[in-house]
């Protein structure tokens, strides 16, 4: 069981978690998709890709395609930037992440998102309220991996034991268990978790900073 009063940062995954991302990714895959006369996502494939790297989803929409060249080539002409005014951050993470901050507590970002994290951070001015940022693109494997929590703990100097990280999917419920740290289920029961939120709020309160 997490000791509470061991935790030095709390680590965030962002799609799921910080924002509800659903409507943005439905649309750029789609846009993938019928560009290449492809149905659009189903809802098994969207709760596959919505964990996923981009590379990672590409690959499972497109099993058919030895050379993905053409694919990736059309993700840049399509860009992502244009789908992240869909994005909805979760009420009261910027509230959260100030009390973090005022309590001594590091803030910090694990996700499977890779260039366009920084552009979320910027457009809905989120980089003052994070002291480290891990994407896909810093490691080897991604969640469900745990290089990216292996990682910032390397950065930050810290043990499994001083880490909480608050995920929405079965990648981070396995990231955070190879990595040996305590995991927040957030709006997702089903997961395996040491505790399980539907709201910052309550991430406060488990921290005992509300």
Do not use: W
Not at 73 to 95: A, C, P, R
Not at 176 to 181: E, K, L, R
């Amino acid at each position: 069981m997490v000791e509470i009063s061991r935790i030095k940062a709390v680590i965030f995954d962002c799609d799921g978690v910080m924002f509800d991302t659903a409507l943005a990714n439905r649309q750029y895959y789609n846009e993938v998709l019928r560009l290449f006369g492809k149905p659009v996502l189903n809802e098994e494939q969207f709760v596959n890709v919505h964990m996923m790297t981009v590379r990672g989803a590409i690959e499972y929409l497109f099993p058919e395609k030895d050379d993905l060249t053409d694919v990736f080539k059309s993700l840049q002409n399509i860009g992502y930037h244009k789908f992240i005014q869909y994005m909805v951050m979760e009420e009261g993470l910027k509230d959260l992440l100030i009390k973090l901050k005022t309590n001594g507590f590091i803030r910090g970002i694990g996700t499977n998102r890779t260039n366009t994290m920084e552009k979320v951070l910027i457009d809905f001015d989120l980089k003052p309220f994070f002291e480290i940022v891990v994407t896909a693109a810093d490691v080897r494997f991604p969640k469900p991996a745990p290089d990216q929590l292996n990682l910032i703990m390397d950065k930050l100097g810290l043990t499994p034991a001083q880490i909480l990280f608050v995920g929405d999917s079965d990648y981070d419920s396995r990231a955070a268990y190879h990595a040996s740290v305590g995991f927040v289920a957030f709006k997702n029961p089903e997961l395996k978790a040491d505790y399980k939120v539907d709201s910052m709020g309550e991430i406060a309160r488990i921290l005992q900073i509300n």
